[in-house]
Nanobody, 126 residues
Framework: QVQLVESGGGLVQAGGSLRLSCAAS????????MGWFRQAPGKEREFVAA????????YYFDSVKGRFTISRDNAKNTVNLQMNSLQPEDTAVYYC???????????????????WGQGTQVTVST
């Protein structure tokens, strides 16, 4: 089992920044790829960003490329999402997820992630 706890959400004005963190406990963190997903009111949950087990490969949803940066610290069992130039359309509940590494992993496919956090709310005002 892996337990994931997100933090860092909040209210920010458009153009501002937030840094989300996800703390993992349980099994060896470095054996898991990590992803961030988000769900806006009335919408399906969607992929935001992902990072492989070593941190050497990162993946982003097109609309956040150049604005968001995912990173991980395997020594601290954390994965972070730095969000810059936030826009109202980024408003959502953001979820951290963990996926056991293997050839079956697809960074943007939710069903490939085994463990999920409870989510943290990000609200971007105009």
């Amino acid at each position: 089992q892996v337990q994931l706890v997100e933090s860092g959400g909040g209210l920010v004005q458009a153009g501002g920044s937030l840094r989300l963190s996800c703390a993992a406990s349980g099994r060896t963190f470095s054996q898991y790829a990590m992803g961030w997903f988000r769900q806006a009111p009335g919408k399906e949950r969607e992929f935001v960003a992902a990072i492989n087990w070593s941190g050497g490969s990162t993946y982003y949803f097109d609309s956040v490329k150049g604005r968001f940066t995912i990173s991980r610290d395997n020594a601290k069992n954390t994965v972070n999402l730095q969000m810059n130039s936030l826009q109202p359309e980024d408003t959502a509940v953001y979820y951290c997820a963990a996926a056991g590494m293997g050839p079956w992993w697809r960074p943007d496919i939710q069903s490939k992630y085994e463990y999920w956090g409870q989510g943290t709310q990000v609200t971007v005002s105009t």
